[in-house]
């Protein structure tokens, strides 16, 4: 099983500001010695000791997650990370119209959805889309993001094959040897987290939640979905202070 995170933000979109560029390359020219810029091959090796934090960036865009597991291809959420994705998958049978994914939507609002009108894939006839959530009316929802008034392509219009399967939660839902198990989640609106199961390992994604005082009483049903996760992918949207201050916001 194969995880890759190509968004993780909330709400909207946070590009890498021009004063964060600004401060990373001081925090960077502040550690180096005049022989870590003294040739090409030094300052390579210098950049390649730095700290991941110093040499990468974090986030950016909205939450999308690729799983490669079983022989499928898994993506969760469609927000604006999906669009890197859909680059990135083209170089593959995607590109050729030959391409299939399985694409599990956790709720519909917009930071999880946004990315799908930009996603090369879509548009390319003989690939083919299988949407899956507890949603009701997720087809509808989606066509509405892509109505004319909103995009000047309609989500029907777009060339690929596209199947939409609604599932029930806290059920084992199959796709070949991955089990599927969809869980109800606290959040305005319902959010469903996911927890994937293939070869011994298991992977756990919340999308959003907020787990409050009074989500305390009933706290062991939400046991069985997180019991014994290899990795779990959990709302943190706030730091404590601000979680204090934003009761009851869904994170």
């Known amino acids: 099983m194969n995880i890759k995170i190509w968004g993780s933000r909330g709400s909207h979109p946070t590009p890498l500001s021009s004063k964060a560029i600004e401060l990373k390359i ?8 005049s022989e870590d810029i003294s040739s090409p091959k030094a300052v390579d090796d210098f950049v390649k000791k730095l700290p ?4 990468h960036t974090y986030g950016g865009n909205t939450t999308c997650i690729e799983l490669t597991v079983g022989g499928r291809h898994i993506i969760i959420d469609c927000g604006s990370g999906l669009v890197n ?3 990135h998958l083209m170089n593959g ?38 949407f899956y959530s507890p949603v009701p009316n997720l087809h509808k929802r ?31 839902f199959l796709l070949d040897e991955v089990r599927v198990i969809p869980k109800k989640m606290p959040h305005p609106g319902k959010s469903y987290a996911y927890r994937i199961e293939y070869g011994g390992k298991t992977f756990v994604y919340t999308g959003d939640c907020e787990f409050n005082i009074g989500e305390l009483d009933k706290i062991n049903s ?6 014994k996760a290899d990795v779990l992918l959990f709302d943190a949207q706030y730091t404590f202070a601000d979680s204090i201050n934003k009761f009851e916001w869904g994170h």
């Open 222 to 227: 939400y046991r069985s979905i997180f019991d």
């Open 142 to 172: 989606l066509v509405h993001q892509q109505a004319a008034t909103h995009f000047p392509i309609l989500f029907d219009g777009t060339a690929s094959t596209k199947q939409f399967f609604k599932i029930a939660m806290n059920k084992v």
């Open 26 to 33: 001081k925090r960077v020219l502040e550690l180096a010695a």
């Open 85 to 87: 994705l859909g680059k």
């Open 52 to 55: 991941f934090s110093m040499k």
């Open 93 to 130: 049978p995607f590109g050729e119209g030959k391409g299939t994914a399985d694409i599990f939507i956790t709720h519909t609002h917009w930071d999880h959805i946004q990315g799908i009108p930009f996603f090369v894939p879509i548009y390319i006839a003989g690939n083919s889309f299988n």
